[in-house]
């Protein structure tokens, strides 16, 4: 959803393990190596009505070094930032404050 703010996001390659998908993101979208992987939740995600998209997102909590954070892909990225949970920027991804509400 281009214009609007979204945690990181991927998909797995076949035969790849999640954790492996995340380092693997991580790592694309961020330049940076995880320091910890953490799976927090799962939820189905529909989509449309009626629903014309369904898949399964796994949530993880990814700890990496700040200093290390870069754009990976700018050509998906307009910029990156550090917000607190109570200080979320908008407009966020459709699919954003479900995936952060799995952090509990």
């Given at each position: ?16 393990t ?11 979208e ?11 939740g ?34 998906k990225?307009?910029a ?9 920027p908008?407009?966020l ?12």
């Open positions: 959803e281009p214009g609007t703010w979204d945690c990181g996001a991927g998909a797995l390659e076949f035969g790849e999640f954790e492996a998908a995340v380092a693997r993101e991580v790592g694309e961020y330049g940076a190596q995880p320091l910890g992987i953490e799976r927090i799962v939820r189905n995600v529909l989509r449309g009505d009626p629903v014309v998209s369904h898949w399964v997102a796994v949530i993880f909590a990814v700890r990496v070094a700040p200093d290390e954070v870069t754009i990976g892909e700018p050509h990225f307009d990156l930032r550090w917000f607190a949970p109570d200080a979320l908008a407009p991804h459709s699919q954003c404050a479900e995936s952060l509400a799995c952090f509990g």
